[in-house]
């Protein structure tokens, strides 16, 4: 039997969690999350990894044209207007930095090994965004990195001691500054959630669907995007 099987099992049987396939033993389904509104900020920079953004904008997009009480909005923390994103897709950016309208603020990834051009490297260096994202911490907020978006997090203090994941070619610094590397696809520590390289910002916001709107809506988001969840989820 397949994931999407187990997971259609599940949801019928009205069982609270269970194992599915490609998350095997880590993934816990909850057929009937609290249901409340989720309201997404993907914080943009230059230098973004364009799939790390866009593939949450389209899960979560999809969630909410199936009914999903979800809203997505992409902020910034300099002024309002566009940025670059790493192949040079100019995006436009409306939204402002204000983290308490929000309830999950997901953290794409971007360029890391240089710190002299636009990206995670360089916004580590220059430090603006790991200190908002530190001071945007409080109860109620689930903060999620993707890909090296995690080594923002680690930069603001927030991996340290935590179950993590980052893009394999950041691990070690992610495991030098503190953080429990934890090797899935997608990691869930309650308020704090990463996942692996790029392509995994899908398996994260659907799993972020499934957790926050439940296992139903998740999987009719992955049939219209003729996609499969792929790796573990781990959760805490």
């Not at 997505?72 to 207007?81: N, S």
Request: aromatic share 4%.
């Amino acid at each position: 039997m397949d994931r999407r099987s187990v997971l259609r099992a599940t949801i019928a049987a009205g069982a609270t969690a269970t194992t599915v396939g490609a998350v095997a033993g880590a993934s816990a389904a909850n057929a009937s999350p609290p249901k409340r509104p989720v309201r997404v900020h993907i914080l943009m920079y230059p230098g973004v990894e364009e799939m790390d953004f866009a593939g949450p904008v389209e899960v979560f997009g999809m969630a909410r044209g199936l009914g999903g009480d979800v809203t997505t909005t992409l902020v910034t923390v300099d002024a309002t207007g566009s940025v670059t994103a790493t192949h040079g897709t100019r995006v436009e950016v409306p939204g402002r930095w204000s983290p308490r309208e929000a309830n999950l603020l997901v953290v794409p990834g971007g360029g890391y090994r240089r710190a002299d051009t636009p990206g995670v490297a360089y916004e580590i260096q220059r430090g603006v965004l790991p200190a908002a994202i530190s001071a945007a911490r409080r109860r109620g907020l689930t903060i999620a990195g993707i890909c090296t978006g995690t080594m923002l997090l680690s930069a603001a203090g927030l991996t340290a001691g935590r179950p993590c994941i980052t893009h394999h070619r950041a691990v070690d610094d992610l495991r030098a500054q503190g953080g429990i590397v934890t090797d899935a696809r997608v990691v869930d520590d309650g308020d704090l959630v990463t996942a692996g390289g790029v392509t995994s910002g899908l398996d994260l916001a659907l799993w972020l669907v499934e957790r926050q709107l439940g296992a139903a809506l998740a999987v009719q988001v992955e049939q219209v995007l003729e996609y499969e969840r792929r790796g573990t989820v781990w959760r805490a």
